[in-house]
């Protein structure tokens, strides 16, 4: 059975940071590229991070570009979203996703609220 299971959310003040995770499990994590998305009430879904199988690459929205850095642990099938200088406009509901081809994974989403 596929499971991506994110955790790390929550409430943070604008300016702090969150590390998010992504737990990969019944599928050939080392194989597939790894993104984040993120959807905010009554806007669409956008690409936040990309990377690559082995983690040699990475892609970046303009948003969050010097904020947050996406890596992978393929040993621990995880994938992890560090965020810093959080902005309240980063608030959204956080998935992951796994990528190989015409095959996509979904995780269930964490809630990452900025806030004073």
């Known amino acids: 059975q596929v499971q991506l299971v994110e955790s790390g959310g929550g409430l943070v003040q604008p300016g702090g940071s969150l590390r998010l995770s992504c737990v990969a499990s019944g599928f050939t994590f080392s194989v597939y590229a790894m993104q984040w998305y993120r959807q905010a009430p009554g806007k669409e879904r956008e690409l936040v991070a990309s990377i690559s199988s082995a983690g040699g690459s990475t892609n970046y929205a303009d948003s969050v570009k010097g904020r947050f850095t996406i890596s992978r642990d393929n040993r621990k099938n995880t994938v992890y979203l560090q965020m810093n200088s959080l902005k309240p406009e980063d608030t959204a509901v956080y998935s992951c996703?796994?990528?190989?081809?015409?095959?996509?994974?979904w995780g269930q989403g964490t809630q990452v609220t900025v806030s004073s």
């Open positions: 996703n796994g990528r190989l081809l015409q095959t996509n994974y």
